[in-house]
């Protein structure tokens, strides 16, 4: 079954940096576009970025353009976000997502990593 | 960036009520919309994608309509294990932006 499991989260003070790391198992992820979506405490959903199956292109919420990166190791099954320049408002659980086959539709996620950024 | 009204906010029902949510999108997007369900301390599951095809294993009494700029989820029959949070999501164009989200509450 298809699994997804976010790793990489933690503390980092503002201007700092984490790489957020999503392994896939249970499909053919080098088939599929993935997504990074967010969740701030107590708020609703917001969508990250998202990159093709290949990585061929890459496209981000006007919020985190020029700081955050999506990529993909296709070879170990592996979707990541780097994320600098951290700031408050980043203070989220990052989820990552496969897209539907049918459509860039947000059809399995995984669990979260929590990034709290805080001096 | 395409902006997505939901409607309520927040909602009061009782089991086995007939719940209609509504999402509106500042441009029209078609049929590229997606429903959402989201449980506390959960990940959000697909409910409806395409407007109105019912994503596999989802209980037919979730469906979902529209085209353009408006949209309704709908629940037939309100089930203990429905009451959760709704976000519908437009993926029309990048950015995907996400609705405000729906808290459907016990009555």
């Known amino acids: 079954q298809v699994q997804l499991v976010e790793s990489g989260g933690g503390v980092a003070q503002p201007g700092g940096s984490l790489r957020l790391s999503c392994a896939a198992s249970g499909f053919t992820f080098s088939n599929y576009g993935m997504h990074w979506v967010r969740q701030a405490p107590g708020k609703g959903l917001e969508w990250v970025a998202f990159?093709?199956?290949?990585?061929?292109?890459?496209y981000y919420a006007d919020s985190v353009k020029g700081r955050f990166t999506i990529s993909r190791d296709n070879s170990k099954n592996t979707l990541y976000l780097q994320v600098n320049s951290l700031r408050g408002e980043d203070t989220a659980v990052y989820y990552c997502?496969?897209?539907?086959?049918?459509?860039?539709?947000?059809?399995?996620w995984g669990q979260g990593t929590l990034v709290t950024v805080s001096s | 960036d395409i902006q997505l009204t939901q409607s309520p906010s927040f909602l009061s029902a009782s089991v086995g009520d007939r719940v209609t949510i509504t999402c509106r999108a500042s441009?029209?997007?078609?049929?590229?919309l997606a429903w959402y369900q989201q449980k506390p301390g959960k990940a959000p599951k697909l409910l409806i994608y395409?407007?109105?095809t019912l994503q596999s294993g989802v209980p037919s009494r979730f469906s979902g309509s529209g085209s353009g700029t408006e949209f309704t989820l709908t629940i037939s029959s309100l089930q203990p294990e429905d009451f959760a949070t709704y976000y519908c999501?437009?993926?029309?164009?990048?950015?995907?932006?996400f609705g405000g989200g729906t808290k459907v509450e016990i009555k």
């Open positions: 999501q437009q993926l029309n164009s990048y950015p995907f932006t």
């Open positions: 395409a407007a109105s």
């Open positions: 990159i093709r199956y290949d990585g061929s292109d890459k």
């Open positions: 441009q029209g997007i078609s049929s590229y």
């Open positions: 997502a496969k897209r539907l086959s049918s459509g860039s539709y947000l059809d399995y």
